[in-house]
């Protein structure tokens, strides 16, 4: 059983979602907005679940074709290849380069699955108002906003072989469609972590105890 020590929330405590300042809003008092920035004062990220769904089922959508169109270019006097992220981590596989194949391939094909699928575990425990393991899944929520910046291993890598390839008709190497449904799956899957409150996950506990 999780011992549990009353909640800043139950003393009329609250912490501004813009600048930080905890200051007090009981249901008796007028206080409404943030005394240092003005911002509007919740208890909880207002929508904060819908906002969440909403972006990450965007993600899931842009996952597939990030992970089936060409992301990168490359061509030369002598060859043209297009490159999904997977085609590119079986050419570095087989080349030999073995260690950024596989960092690739956690980077940019394993994270953002697993950052997808820990989302949506979240979301549901805490539409379902679960019980289950609640210092794990705070621990899940802060080790999915830490590894997400990870996952634009690819972008920098198309970037920055776009930007050193300066060789005209000789080469050429440039992103494909694939890179912008990448980068806005990566992107997406931030933002939704960042709306998600994970203050939500000690609610059921907190009404648990004052009833």
Known sequence: MTELTPNAAGQGLCSCHVC????????????????????????RKPGSVARCWALLLAAYILYIPANLLTIMETGSL???RRDTIMS??????????????VVV???SVTIPLLKLISLTML?????RRSKWRPRQRTQLYRMVEFVGRWSMLD???VTLLAALVRLGN????????GALAFGAVVVLTMFASMQFDPRLIWDPFQKERNS
């Not at 979301?123 to 539409?127: A, D, E, G, N, Y």
């Not at 000789?170 to 469609?177: E, L, N, R, S």
């Open 20 to 43: 930080n300042l905890v200051s007090r809003r009981g249901p008796e008092s007028a206080q409404a907005h943030c005394p240092r920035c003005g911002a509007s004062l919740h208890f």
């Open 78 to 80: 002598f060859s043209y």
């Open 88 to 101: 590119g981590v079986i050419q570095l596989w087989n080349t030999g380069s073995y260690a950024i194949a």
């Open 105 to 107: 391939f956690i980077a």
């Open 123 to 127: 979301l549901v425990s805490v539409q």
């Open 155 to 157: 972008i920098y890598v």
């Open 170 to 177: 000789i080469a050429t190497v440039k992103a494909g469609p």
